[in-house]
Nanobody, 123 residues
Framework: QVQLVESGGKLVQAGGSLRLSCAAS????????IGWFRQAPGKEREFVTA????????YYGDSVKGRFTISRDNAKNTVYLQMNSLKPEDTAVYYC????????????????WGQGTQVTVSS
């Protein structure tokens, strides 16, 4: 089992940058793929990005390609989401999630979720 805690969300102006962190507990962190999802008020949860266990494979949603970068440091049990060129439509609660072995894009395939961190982008 793994527990996840997101941090780094805050209010930022459009065009700015932000880095979110997802810290995990447990000694088996490197066996879990990690995904980031977001949910804006009144909208469905949206896939943002995911990273494989060793960081060698990444996936990105179309709306964030070229602007967001996911990375992980297994020695620190942490996954990062670097967000650049932020837009007001990026405003949402951002969640990280973990699943055993392979990274995928479907939220229902993830077993463990953090509590979320709010990102607000002002225009």
């Amino acid at each position: 089992q793994v527990q996840l805690v997101e941090s780094g969300g805050k209010l930022v102006q459009a065009g700015g940058s932000l880095r979110l962190s997802c810290a995990a507990s447990g000694r088996t962190f490197s066996t879990y793929a990690i995904g980031w999802f977001r949910q804006a008020p009144g909208k469905e949860r949206e896939f943002v990005t995911a990273i494989s266990r060793d960081g060698g494979v990444t996936y990105y949603g179309d709306s964030v390609k070229g602007r967001f970068t996911i990375s992980r440091d297994n020695a620190k049990n942490t996954v990062y989401l670097q967000m650049n060129s932020l837009k007001p439509e990026d405003t949402a609660v951002y969640y990280c999630a973990a699943r055993f072995l392979r990274a995928v894009q479907a939220a229902h395939d993830y077993d463990y979720w953090g509590q979320g961190t709010q990102v607000t982008v002002s225009s």
